[in-house]
């Protein structure tokens, strides 16, 4: 792993020692010091502070035995480089070691003393007091070990640009450099972990687990960051609860009961060994063994945590651990600790103490003691160290000590480059080289294969190149990078899409056909017009019900034809608006019913009166099999089966809301109709019944214009098919709320088709053109179109007549043809209410109906055409 230290010093050329910071401390002086942070303890004691009285530093718990080894290590590799002629030769490294007692207000409070000379230089206070031979410089801080620590001392750290390197603390949080510039360290971050965490339960299959985190910026960015990895692989977790070692006991006891009553039996924790060690106790006071445990490297191999007592709980844990260093003569130097020779580091009587079990001549805690029902004997500090098992001589795998070991020599390594810079070949202004006896913290050995790699970016293999060497690669869309050097680009959530630089992601913006945007409101109105349009028409038509025209139109079936187009323009009004479950299982229902409901009228009155035109002899049969109590019955039957096949489609498959995630930078809100087969049924159904009403309009089209407007009828139903064909290929190829509005575009168009061809025309008339809405006009049109198709009748009738008189006789003279004359029943200049029809043989069509038995045979034919005909008419007309 390849530390960039930007040697970021301070001036270093006194090594006075201050006793600012903490009391118990490791120290030696040098030309150059570095700083160093180690959990010596596990943690403080909580005590209850007087407001009133004088601040007091809380008493640090609990010796650390791994903790002090990691010092070790630390004072192990300064010693090294002094002792080494090739590395910094003619220089002395000092040290000033603190203990952080793992908790934030400790670890601070010795931060202090590694930037008070940086902070009385920016304050500039030099005129007011000379402190400069009081407090010591520190070119770069070794620590701390726990993330949460380590965030806390980087942010004041970072202030002075002074250099920290972390051997313990994996928070990919850490990695932010606009937030820690900074920081730096020799282990990996969690999000490493935490995949593998996540592989490991896909590989066993399990699915169903507990997630335990501290509740700190170690736990909770790392079970984070294990949630969106579970995620992905559909696994599911049951609690997902924070833990601390300073919760309080009702809380830990609540804790193990969620777990004991889960029936999950994987828990995984992101935590250090202090805060899970409490609910471990209380697992083993329940003697909850039934689970598996799963650990981070925190608490994966704590001393805390491999107790005899804990052993029945915590046996079969699956830890990760750091990968393991080697440490030649540590072994040898761990042996020699001796609270005599090591002087220079408090903390060994402690250790010497903890270890043995007794305390030192002179120690501090041999007063408090005496207050202590448990008894020490006084040590000699002669003891044998090698004679006792403790944690501290565990060398066997070294990782964590390792890693300390490494940031010595990583800041060693940048010194050395310091010392060997050559003058006009340097990194700073000018080229020029820093003084290695005097550096100021920001002063930046640079000796890369390539340079950082900058947010929105990240590490490209080059082929062919070590893996030092590498180019910057954007990240893709819908991936970003907030921190320098990312080996990968983390995936935008769902919700979310990256920035144009790559850096963060920002919500994704939620569209649907609203109700507020200009397309969303012209549709609205558009709606709303048709309601009123068509509520309009209803109440002409109620008005004038009695008046001919409105009759002749069989008004009943009117009436519901006109309430069917209110509910049309109505459905599409449940399109518009952001999609619930409850209206996409609305809106195609209710227009799919609202257009059978409508065609199915327009059907049966269409063909009615064909059936009544055809009709050869009318009889009370055709006037009771079309009756009003049929008609009804057919329009509910055409109806029904719409509702039948919406019935059986929202019982099946009902649609539901949908977000689509698929396009960029946007979430689609739609409607997910369930079945596009039901769909398909439901329009096709409706196109299916507007074929046959084409067909009938098609064939009445001459029919006269007071029954059926067959014409209008035809071209309404033309515009309905061109719209619906349309419809298909739009509906197919749109997405996101354009295609809710091309649904509400098909949907208006054809109702706005049906009511206008239908409608308008008879409104016209009745509004505007009162002379036409009389019997007389009726009847007089009734009358031209009878007459019409009598002589149509009776020309086909003598051509017929004709054609055998001329294959019997093989005469090829031609008899004259019949005609047809419309006549008064007086002179030609008086009016008559009622027209005449004048045959060949000069009979009236009066006559012919009262006597047929006096006509020829051509004559009788025409009359009865005629005669039933006027009659069928009248009769329709009179309704």
């Not at 055709?622 to 009804?632: A, E, I, K």
Request: net charge negative; aromatic share 12%; glycine share 4%.
């Amino acid at each position: 792993m390849r530390l960039v230290l930007y040697c970021l010093t301070l001036l270093s050329s006194s090594c006075v020692i201050s006793t600012y910071g903490p009391y118990q401390r490791a120290q030696m002086s040098g030309d150059i010091l570095l700083g160093g942070l180690f959990p010596i303890h596990f943690g403080v004691t909580s005590k209850g502070q007087d407001l009133a009285a004088r601040p007091q530093s809380t008493e640090c718990v609990r010796f650390n035995f791994r903790g002090f080894r990691w010092l070790q290590a630390m004072i192990f590799a300064i010693e090294e480089i002094n002792n080494s002629s090739s590395l910094l030769p003619n220089i002395t490294l000092g040290y000033r070691i603190f203990d952080t007692c793992n908790t934030v207000s400790k670890a601070l409070e010795a931060t202090l003393s590694f930037v008070a000379q940086n902070k009385i230089d920016s304050l500039n206070l030099d005129e007011f007091c000379n402190c400069t031979d009081h407090i010591p410089s520190t070119i770069a801080v070794v620590g701390a070990a726990g993330s949460a620590v380590s965030t806390a001392v980087a942010n004041l750290l970072g202030l002075f640009y002074i250099p920290q390197i972390s051997y313990a603390s994996s928070s990919r949080l850490l990695s932010n450099k606009n937030q820690y510039k900074s920081f730096m360290r020799t282990i990996p971050t969690d999000e490493y972990q935490a995949t593998a965490m996540a592989d490991f339960i896909e590989y066993f299959e399990w699915n169903w687990v507990i997630a335990v985190a501290s509740d700190d910026d170690y736990g909770r960015p790392g079970i984070e960051k294990f949630e969106n990895e579970m995620e992905e692989r559909d696994i599911c977790i049951h609690l997902n609860e924070l833990i601390s070692q300073y919760c309080e006991e009702h809380e830990i006891r609540a804790l193990a009961d969620r777990i004991e009553n889960s029936t999950a039996k994987v828990i995984v924790v992101f935590a250090s060994g202090p805060d899970i060690e409490p609910l471990i106790k209380e697992m083993v006071r329940r003697n909850i063994t039934d689970r598996t445990w799963l650990a981070s490297e925190a608490w994966a191999s704590s001393s805390l945590i491999a107790k005899q007592e804990y052993i029945d709980v915590v046996a079969g844990t699956i830890g990760f651990v750091l990968k393991a260093g080697t440490i030649p003569g540590f072994k040898e130097f761990l042996q020699q600790v001796q609270p005599k020779r090591d002087s220079h580091n408090e903390f060994v009587r402690e250790f010497w103490e903890e270890t043995f079990n007794c305390y030192l001549k002179n120690s501090p805690r041999l007063q408090e003691s005496e207050n202590d029902t448990s008894f020490r004997p006084q040590c000699t500090g002669e003891e044998d160290i090698t004679s006792v098992e403790t944690p501290y001589l565990d060398f066997t795998h070294l990782r964590i000590s390792y890693n300390a070991y490494v940031a010595v020599y990583s800041i060693a390594q940048a010194l050395q480059d310091i010392l060997t810079c050559i003058p006009g070949h340097g990194l700073f202004a000018n080229n020029s080289c820093a003084d290695i006896k005097n550096m100021e913290a920001w002063q930046v050995p640079f000796s890369n294969c390539s340079e950082d790699c900058e947010p929105g970016t990240r590490k490209g293999i080059i082929e062919s190149m070590p893996t030092c060497c590498f180019e910057c690669t954007e990240c893709s869309d819908g991936e970003y990078s907030n921190h320098r050097d990312a080996s990968v680009c983390t995936k935008c959530p769902n919700n979310s899409w990256s920035t144009g630089n790559h850096t963060f992601c920002f919500l994704k913006e939620i569209e649907f056909l609203s109700w507020t945007e200009p397309f969303g409101i012209a549709l609205t109105i558009c709606s709303v017009l048709g309601v009123i349009l068509t509520t309009f028409v209803l109440a002409v038509f109620v008005k004038y019900r009695n008046t001919p025209i409105v009759k002749a139109t069989n008004r009943e079936l009117s009436y519901v034809l006109l309430f069917s187009l209110i509910c049309c323009f109505s459905s599409s009004l449940i399109f518009i608006g952001e999609p619930q479950d409850w209206t996409c299982r609305l809106r195609q229902p209710a227009f799919g019913i609202s257009f059978v409901l409508c065609i199915s009228c327009i059907l049966v009155k269409t063909n009615r009166v064909l059936l009544v035109f055809e009709a050869k002899i009318p009889t009370s049969l055709h006037r009771n099999w079309w009756g009003l109590n049929l008609q009804f019955l057919l329009v509910f039957v055409f109806t029904f089966v719409q509702v039948m096949i919406c019935v059986v489609w929202l019982y099946n498959a009902p649609p539901s809301s949908y977000r689509n995630y698929d396009i960029d930078e946007i979430i689609f809100i739609t409607c997910n109709e369930g079945s596009m087969m039901a769909l398909g049924f439901l329009i096709g159904y409706t196109c299916f019944l507007a074929a046959i009403c084409f067909f009938f309009a098609f064939k009445s089209r001459k029919l006269p214009e007071n029954f059926t407007e067959a014409k209008y009828i035809t071209f309404s139903m033309l515009i309905f098919f061109i719209v619906w064909i349309s419809f298909i290929p739009a509906y197919f190829s749109t997405y996101g709320k354009f295609v809710s509005a091309v649904e509400v575009i098909a949907i208006l168009a054809s109702s706005f088709g049906l009511l206008a061809c239908i409608f308008f025309t008879k409104v016209y008339i009745i509004l505007f053109k009162p002379s036409r809405n009389t019997i007389e006009q009726v009847r007089c049109r009734t009358a031209a179109h009878a007459f019409k198709e009598a002589a149509k009748a009776t020309l086909k009738h003598g051509a017929v007549s004709r054609k055998r008189s001329n294959s019997i006789a093989g005469s090829s003279a031609s008899s004259p043809s019949s005609s047809i004359s419309l006549k008064t029943n007086g002179h030609d200049s008086e009016p008559s209410s009622r027209p005449r029809v004048s045959l060949a043989s000069g009979t009236s069509l009066t006559n012919v109906e009262n006597k047929p038995e006096d006509l020829s045979s051509n004559d009788r034919f025409l009359a009865h055409v005629i005669a039933d005909k006027n009659k069928a008419l009248i009769c329709v007309s009179c309704m």
